[in-house]
């Protein structure tokens, strides 16, 4: 039911920037990610917990500072550009891992925004559709370098969906419910590029 509303209010809201309210989302996203967001606070608090009782001391205060951060407004954030990007596991076959930062670009084709990331062996690639003031949904697809980035809607073990959050001035990240490899909850984490 909240993922209905969800969608219905990404129907009703169109922001500069993320693709627009044209019912887009509805036509793309696969049955098996729709599940997963529908299904996102339960898979969150099951990771949450695994990662905070098996992670080191270190990166659990890490992880607690990430996933405390309050949701604030997309409204007039414009995330075009050169950033810095992590990728934390929480859950799964190991408690909790936090990588060290990478590389990635946020461009507008004119249509919204597309995300990719540009260095590390595992990369994504997609694009941000609006599901509200505080929260965006992003559609990608995961490689490994070297290939040339996949469409989604390919399958499952390339597909990827997650909810977005910004929790800073120069901070946002998007939490990937379910991933099909290793954890429960990925996250990735961004940074203004230094």
Same mark, same amino acid.
């Given at each position: 039911?909240?993922?209905?509303?969800?969608?219905?209010?990404?129907?009703?809201?169109?922001?500069?920037?993320?693709?627009? $309210? +044209?019912?887009?989302?509805?036509?793309?996203?696969?049955?098996?990610?729709?599940?997963?967001?529908?299904?996102?606070?339960?898979?969150?608090?099951?990771?949450?917990?695994?990662?905070?009782?098996?992670?080191?001391?270190? +990166?659990? $205060?890490?992880?607690?500072?990430?996933?405390?951060?309050?949701?604030?407004? /997309?409204?007039?954030?414009?995330?075009?550009?050169?950033?810095?990007?992590?990728?934390?596991?929480?859950?799964?076959?190991?408690?909790?891992?936090?990588?060290?930062?990478?590389?990635?670009?946020?461009?507008?084709?004119?249509?919204?925004?597309?995300?990719?990331?540009?260095?590390?062996?595992?990369?994504?690639?997609?694009?941000? /559709?609006?599901?509200?003031?505080?929260?965006?949904?992003?559609?990608?697809?995961?490689?490994?370098?070297?290939?040339?980035?996949?469409?989604?809607?390919?399958?499952?073990?390339?597909?990827?969906?997650?909810?977005? /959050?910004? +929790?800073?001035?120069?901070?946002?990240?998007?939490?990937?419910?379910?991933?099909?490899?290793?954890?429960?909850? +990925?996250?990735?984490?961004?940074?203004?590029?230094?």
């Amino acid at each position: 039911m909240f993922v209905r509303f969800s969608l219905l209010a990404f129907l009703l809201i169109s922001v500069s920037g993320i693709a627009h $309210a +044209d019912g887009e989302i509805i036509r793309i996203i696969t049955k098996p990610d729709s599940a997963r967001l529908k299904d996102y606070e339960t898979t969150r608090q099951e990771a949450v917990a695994e990662a905070e009782a098996g992670g080191s001391p270190t +990166d659990v $205060a890490t992880f607690k500072q990430i996933i405390s951060r309050p949701a604030l407004s /997309f409204d007039r954030f414009d995330i075009v550009g050169e950033w810095q990007c992590r990728t934390i596991k929480a859950g799964g076959l190991a408690s909790l891992v936090i990588y060290d930062w990478f590389r990635c670009r946020v461009t507008d084709d004119g249509s919204g925004w597309t995300l990719e990331k540009l260095s590390g062996s595992q990369r994504t690639k997609g694009r941000f /559709f609006d599901d509200g003031d505080k929260r965006l949904i992003y559609l990608g697809a995961f490689f490994i370098a070297g290939e040339t980035p996949p469409r989604y809607g390919l399958g499952p073990e390339t597909d990827q969906a997650g909810y977005v /959050f910004r +929790d800073g001035q120069d901070h946002w990240r998007i939490e990937f419910p379910a991933p099909a490899r290793e954890s429960k909850l +990925d996250i990735l984490e961004f940074r203004r590029s230094r």
